[in-house]
Structures are given as C-alpha cells and as structure tokens.
C-alpha cells in the first residue's frame, strides 16, 4: 500500500475522529477495517481523499 499523503489516508489510519476531515462513510469504513478485520469482516482497501482536497 503506498504511502498516505496530505490528501489520501487509508481505512487503516482512519477512525471516528476523523469525521470532519474524511466525512462520517469513510471514519465508519475505518473504524470497521481496524476492529472488525481481525474478526474476519472484508473491508474494501482504496484510498481515501480528504476534504481538504477539495473534490
């Protein structure tokens, strides 16, 4: 997985703090790839583009 940048995080580093920065789908994406991947839950791994970035 490459590095995140200024602009794209990954599920991996995202929880529900981060709502205001990357919106409430993709902290609650987060917060399922980091407590429910060990459980065996399938979260789908993309990039996430933050709202700083504008798009």
Known sequence: MPAASP???????????????????????????SRLGAAGVRVPIEPVRNSVCGA
């Open 7 to 33: 602009f794209v995080r990954w599920f991996s580093t995202l929880g529900i703090t981060d709502v205001a920065e990357v919106g409430g789908k993709n902290a609650s994406l987060g917060e399922m790839y």
